[in-house]
């Protein structure tokens, strides 16, 4: 009899640890599901010069979600750079910039809003949004001759919600919350000049 309950609690608390590990696991491949992810990038020569164009995978959270349903705008910030590495000296900056994407709700029309500069253009739906923001087209960040030859490069690019874009109660809540602060990491890749 002793036996059998010391066994019994052996296997219970061996489920107990395995219900346990596929809870956490269950907890972290969702948090790995929110937020963004950059799938590609790549510099393209152009006749006009060179073009950037960026995937990236986008998984709002449902607090942005809510918010966004609610009026507020979000403010997504692409960001890129072009390095010229130096072994004596800090690296060179060819070339860079920002781009921002304000999402905003329209609850008159029902439909979602996104201003890129002084053009925007409307949704039916989030998930058009979503499409229309992860696909990046940055055209002519340099010119033709901006790279030297026979020189080797270091692109990066990334995009994120820029949260001091919030009205201010919500910037106290990103700073404070993983569901404000979405972002990918700098994407790096080096290229080489023209032969």
Not at 5 to 26: E, F, I, M, N, Q
Request: charged share 25%; aromatic share 12%.
């Amino acid at each position: 009899m002793d036996f059998s309950t010391r066994l019994w609690k052996s296997v219970s608390r061996l489920l107990a640890l395995v219900l346990a590990a596929g809870l956490w696991s269950g907890a972290v491949c969702a948090a790995q599901t929110e937020g963004i992810e950059i799938r590609r990038a790549a510099l393209t020569e152009r006749d006009e010069g060179y073009v950037l164009e960026a995937d990236f995978d986008i998984q709002l959270t449902p607090t942005l979600e809510e918010a966004l349903a609610k009026g507020v705008t979000l403010t997504f910030l692409f960001e890129w750079e072009i390095l010229r590495p130096r072994w004596y000296w800090l690296n060179e900056r060819v070339a860079g910039g920002q781009q921002s994407y304000r999402l905003a709700y329209q609850p008159l029309t029902r439909q979602y809003r996104v201003t890129v500069g002084q053009l925007f253009t409307s949704f039916a739906n989030l998930d058009d949004v979503v499409r229309f923001i992860s696909r990046v087209r940055r055209p002519q960040v340099a010119d033709s001759g901006t790279f030297k030859k026979d020189q080797t490069y270091q692109a990066a690019v990334r995009l994120r919600l820029d949260i001091t874009q919030l009205p201010k109660p919500f910037q106290v809540n990103a700073l404070a919350s993983r569901d404000w602060n979405i972002g990918s990491e700098w994407f790096r890749w080096s290229f080489n000049g023209p032969p």
